[in-house]
C-alpha cells in the first residue's frame, strides 16, 4: 500500500471492510483518501461526516476526525463542525437514500444557505444496508425488494437538484473513471462554498441483481460504455440514455459562514 494513502486510513480491526465483493463504495473511497492526500492536507484539520447506510460507513475507515451521526443527518452535523470549526474542511460522504429521502430538506437548504461543504453523494439507486428498497434514485421502472415490479416514481437527477438549490460546484463521475473522480474531488475541495458530486456506484448484491444487471464486472463495463463526458455533449440529445460526467455546474456565491461572521461582528459592536 501506498505509506502516503496508509496515512489516511485506520489500519487496525476495521480491516478487512465490511462491504459486499464488488461493491463500488471501496472504489469511491479510494478517489477521496487519495485526492486529500494529493491536496497535501494535514489530516487534523479535515472532518468526514456520514450518515447511516453502506455508504456512512466510509468514516470509520479514515484516520482524521470523523462524525458518524444519525440517518439523513450527516448535512446538519457537518454545518454544525463547519460553523464551529470554520478553519477544518469538512466533507460528507452518504449514499442516495441517506442523503437525500430522510435527509433531502437537508441537503437543499445546505445548497441554498451555500456552507462550504464537500458533498460525495454515492448512488448506487437503493437501500443497500437494508435490503435493496427501491430510493429517490431508483430509475421509474427499475426494481428494488419493495419494488418488485419496477418503481413507480420518477426519480430525483441529482445534479440538476442540487444546482437549482443554489450549490456553487456539481459534478458527477461513476466508480469505473476513478482518477476522474478523484480529480473532480480536488476540485470539489478547492471550491468555496457547497460542492456535490454524484459518484455513481454499483451495487452487484441487490440493485444489480434484482435488475439482472450481471456481476461488478458487467455494472463497471456497463459504466464504462454508457458514460459521455459533459464536453462531448453540444445538444440535449447527446446525452439520451447517457451517464454524463464531469463539472456540470460551477458558480460563484457568497459563503454562509463568512456572511454569518459579518452578521456577529455587527451584532457585537451593537
Known sequence: MNIEIAEYLRLDDRFPHILCPGCGIGSAMNAMVRAISESSMNKNEICVVSGIGCSSRVPGYIDCDT???LHGRAIPS???IKLARPEMEVIVIAGDGDLLAIGGNHFIHAARRNLDLTVILINNFNYGMTGGQFSPTTPQGKRGTTAPYGSVERDFNVCEMAKVAGAVFVARSTTYHTPHLKGLIKQAMKKKGFAV????SQC??????????????K??????????????????????GKIVIGVLW???APEYSEVYKKVIDIAQKK
Open 197 to 200: 458530486i454524484e459518484v455513481v
Open 219 to 240: 455494472m463497471l463495463e456497463y459504466y464504462r460504455d454508457n458514460s459521455i463526458t459533459v464536453t462531448q455533449v453540444k445538444e440535449p440529445k447527446d446525452a439520451e
Open 204 to 217: 452487484p448484491t441487490l440493485y444489480g441483481r434484482l435488475n439482472r444487471m450481471g456481476d461488478a464486472i
Open 250 to 252: 460551477e458558480t460563484e
Open 78 to 80: 457537518a454545518t454544525g
Open 67 to 69: 462524525f458518524h451521526t
